[in-house]
């Protein structure tokens, strides 16, 4: 079993640059794929980044490519979301997950946090 905390959320200004962190319990972290996800009010859920085991693979929503960054340290047991040029659309609950394998789709990740609230202001 996996336990998931993030932890960075905020409110920043349009423009801005934020970084999550998930912190990971278990001495198993680096067997899983990380994800992360975000949900605006009235949303679905939708996929943001995912990165592989080792690091080396990383994937992307079109509308964050460029602009964000997932990086993860297996030392660490953490996960990160390096946020930079925010727009008022980023403002959403962020949530990180872990999986077997990276994916688009909520439905390969096993593991959730609890979600980190990020407002951005035009």
């Known amino acids: 079993q996996v336990q998931l905390v993030e932890s960075g959320g905020g409110l920043v200004q349009a423009g801005g640059s934020l970084r999550l962190s998930c912190a990971a319990s278990?001495?198993?972290?680096?067997?899983?794929?990380m994800g992360w996800f975000r949900q605006a009010p009235g949303k679905v859920r939708e996929f943001v980044a995912a990165?592989?085991?080792?690091?080396?693979?990383?994937d992307y929503a079109n509308s964050v490519k460029g602009r964000f960054t997932i990086s993860r340290d297996n030392a660490k047991n953490t996960v990160y979301l390096q946020m930079n040029s925010l727009k008022f659309e980023d403002t959403a609950v962020y949530y990180c997950?872990?999986?077997?394998?990276?994916?688009?789709?909520?439905?390969?990740?096993?593991?959730w946090g609890q979600g980190t609230q990020v407002t951005v202001s035009s």
């Open positions: 278990g001495r198993t972290f680096s067997s899983y794929a």
């Open positions: 997950a872990a999986g077997p394998s990276m994916g688009w789709s909520q439905v390969v990740y096993s593991y």
């Open positions: 990165i592989g085991r080792s690091g080396v693979s990383t």
